[in-house]
């Protein structure tokens, strides 16, 4: 009986929306519109018809309560002439200011909260003896860059030493060289 | 099997097939060591490791998190929530900065200087005065010179 009622008032409401459009096909116009109503008899809430007029191409959207703790629910019939309407139901879940609320005040807290424990905490591992032995400089990697950098300082050193010798006897021969054409010029002398 | 080496003392003869890899050796991919606790032992072993605040700083860090979501339960007004945050991260932190610093509390760098001068400079940081350690180590802050000096100041 309320279905009945309520299919009744849908019908009257769609005839009064359609009598915007154009009489070209009154009947079928008038079936077409039962059909979309009936198809959405569902909806038991607010109806709310969006018409844009278009009389060929008629697209109305119907706002429903359908489910009471399911805040928002749109049905979109979209309608063709020849052919089958589209209706799509859209559902929009909204959360209410408060949840909203709720859920940012307990993120706020939690980060809160774990900056200060966190923080307060160690890193076992970084200051454990496998870690951070005699030689470590405190990288993933430190053997091998202490090792390389000592390799290459003592290498480096070494090197200035030949050098320094190199330089010496270089040095030592030419004095020498120097000595001998100075004793030749003497004997020449 | 007891044998007699060579220089005059007993040894005990392990036959091949009676040698237990891993344990004698103590080679810890054969053999990962009898030490065996329980799941939550061991979970309790790694929260004790990361040294988490204890007494009343891990009291009040324990009973944050439960109080706000009760708070939020019962409907407390969001205002006293932020409040009681606000005076937990004072409390929290006067204790935290009163505790003393820890190597891992200074710059990465500290655990290139030897063992003793670092543990000296510690230890002098956290009973000397601020101002009179800036004064004293005041230097240090460059740590791409090589200071060998610390012990002798």
């Known amino acids: 009986m309320a279905d009945t009622i309520t299919s009744f008032t849908l019908l009257k409401s769609c005839i009064k929306t359609n009598s915007l459009q154009t009489t070209k096909a009154e009947f079928n ?3 077409r519109s ?20 278009k009389s060929n191409r008629a697209s109305r ?16 019939v979209e309608h063709l002439d ?4 589209l209706i799509t139901h859209k559902s929009i879940w909204h959360l209410s200011d408060q949840a909203m609320k709720n859920v940012y005040t307990f993120y706020v807290m939690f980060t809160c909260w774990g900056c200060c424990f966190f923080g307060s905490t160690k890193d076992p591992f970084y200051d454990s003896e496998t870690y951070r032995k005699d030689g470590g400089d405190g990288t993933g990697h430190w053997v091998y860059e202490k090792q390389e950098d000592n390799e290459e ?37 | 099997m007891k044998i007699q080496r060579t220089d005059g003392e007993q040894m005990e003869l392990i036959l091949q097939e009676d040698f237990k890899y891993g344990k004698y050796d103590d080679h810890h991919t054969y053999f990962e060591g009898d030490k ?3 799941f939550w032992g061991s979970i309790a072993e790694d929260y004790a490791a990361i040294g988490p605040p204890t007494g009343f700083q891990g009291f009040i860090s324990w009973i944050f998190l439960p109080a706000i979501a009760a708070g939020m339960y019962f409907n407390a007004p969001g205002e006293y929530l932020y409040i009681g945050a606000a005076i937990f991260t004072v409390i929290f932190c ?14 990465p760098q500290i655990y290139n200087m030897e063992r003793g001068a670092r543990d000296k400079l510690i230890s002098d940081y956290n009973t000397m005065d601020i101002w009179d350690f800036n004064e004293k180590y005041g230097d240090l802050w460059d740590f791409t010179v090589k200071n060998d000096d610390i012990m002798k100041r």
């Open chain 2, 36 to 38: 065996k606790g329980t």
């Open chain 1, 153 to 189: 300082s003592s290498r480096s050193e070494l090197w200035r030493e030949e050098l320094i010798e190199e330089i010496e006897q270089k040095v030592g021969g030419l004095r020498g060289l120097e000595e001998a054409s100075k004793k030749e010029e003497q004997l020449v002398k």
């Open chain 1, 34 to 53: 039962l059909k979309q109503c009936s198809s959405s008899t569902f909806s038991k809430g607010s109806h709310q018809f969006v018409e844009n007029g």
């Open chain 2, 94 to 107: 006067i204790i935290e900065m009163d505790k003393p610093s820890e190597p891992h509390n200074f710059e």
């Open chain 1, 29 to 31: 116009s008038f079936s």
């Open chain 1, 82 to 85: 020849g052919q089958r309407d």
């Open chain 1, 61 to 76: 959207v119907v706002k429903a309560n359908a489910l009471p703790e399911w805040p928002l629910m749109a049905v979109l």
